[in-house]
């Protein structure tokens, strides 16, 4: 089998991806950072594709600091959208196919019912709207691509909400967490294994898919569960978005439909409670 280029490496997909692969002993994966490859930096990129010739890329770089990226439009657009598009414009020169991801805060949230991928996006953030426009310039270059919408990633690497809550629950005496958003936490693990599922199926079912674990909880009731789990007694006080002000607007209401990607990738979805808790247990095992 050829290789499979992984950019952005350092972060939380990228070692997710790297774990899961460790796990099931597929040695054809290139791990590469920031340092390695910069998505912005067009002769480096060209470099790596010439020497790897890869079947596949994945791209998980991205710039993910949802409220500082109101303050940096600039640099954001850049890696969300110009970085996309160099290696989308790399995967057609030389025949890959890219899986790209991309987020619920592509929707503005106003609805109340599961989204599906056709429904219309309009994101209210920088963040989010950075992000679609990475989605809409991919088909610009090629069509042999995987956009997979996720939402509320976390894992025992990198910085995530799950880590945060842990963190916070020891340290102080009251958590005040918002209870008026409402979305599906994914375990990025279990997403790092769908990506492995599609690539080593060969999968050439393209498009844009929703992922998620499966459920529907609000911000305050993932941080409840994450504090039962680990046993973490601490007073969690539910909020409203209004009383938790932040630079940037969530959407309040993100849950997607993965109807699509369960049929046409074949994927089996764990809930998310059922994958909160391996991932606590994970956590709790690494301090033992
Ligand atoms: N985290 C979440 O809750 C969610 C994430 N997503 C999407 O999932 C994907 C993976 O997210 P996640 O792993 O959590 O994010 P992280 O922020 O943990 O990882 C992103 C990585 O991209 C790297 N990066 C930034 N700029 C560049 C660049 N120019 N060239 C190469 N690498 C770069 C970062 O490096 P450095 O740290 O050095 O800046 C970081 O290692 C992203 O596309 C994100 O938008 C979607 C929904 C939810
Ligand atoms: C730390 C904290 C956060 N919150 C709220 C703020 C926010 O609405 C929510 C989550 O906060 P965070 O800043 O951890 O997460 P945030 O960066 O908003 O998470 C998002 O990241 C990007 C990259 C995505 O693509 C999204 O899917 C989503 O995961 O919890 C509280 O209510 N109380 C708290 O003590």
Not at 165 to 181: A, N, P, T
């Amino acid at each position: 089998m050829g290789s499979i280029l992984v950019f952005g490496a350092s972060g939380q997909l990228g070692q997710c991806l790297a774990h899961v692969a460790r796990e099931r002993n597929m040695t054809n994966l290139v791990f590469l950072p920031e340092a390695q490859a910069n998505i912005l930096d067009n002769n480096g990129l060209q470099a790596v594709f010439a020497e790897h010739h890869p079947t596949h890329a994945i791209n998980c770089a991205a710039y993910t600091a949802v409220d500082k990226a109101e303050d940096e439009v600039d640099i954001a657009r850049k890696v969300n959208r110009d970085g996309v598009a160099n290696l989308s414009k790399l995967c057609a020169q030389h025949n890959t196919i890219l899986i790209h991801i991309s987020t619920d805060f592509v929707f503005a949230g106003t609805g109340n019912q599961p989204l599906v991928e056709t429904d219309e996006t309009a994101p209210i953030s920088v963040y989010g709207l950075t992000k679609l426009e990475g989605e809409q310039v991919i088909p610009e270059f090629t069509d042999r691509y995987f956009v997979l919408r996720t939402s509320w990633l976390y894992s025992e690497y990198a910085g995530n909400f799950v880590k945060t809550m842990l963190k916070l629950g020891r340290e102080r005496d009251e958590l005040r967490v918002i209870w008026d958003q409402l979305g599906t936490p994914t375990y990025a693990i279990d997403l790092a294994g769908c990506i492995l599922s599609i690539i080593a199926g060969g999968n050439e079912q393209f498009g844009t898919y929703h992922y998620s674990n499966e459920g529907v909880t609000s911000w305050y009731d993932f941080a409840t569960t994450i504090f039962e789990l680990s046993q973490t007694t601490v007073k969690t006080t539910p909020i409203r978005t209004a009383e938790y002000p932040t630079k940037a607007t969530r959407p309040a209401y993100s849950v997607m439909d993965k109807t699509k990607a369960k049929t046409q990738l074949g994927v089996t979805i764990p809930h998310w409670q059922e994958s909160l808790r391996v991932c606590i247990s994970r956590l709790a095992a690494a301090e033992a």
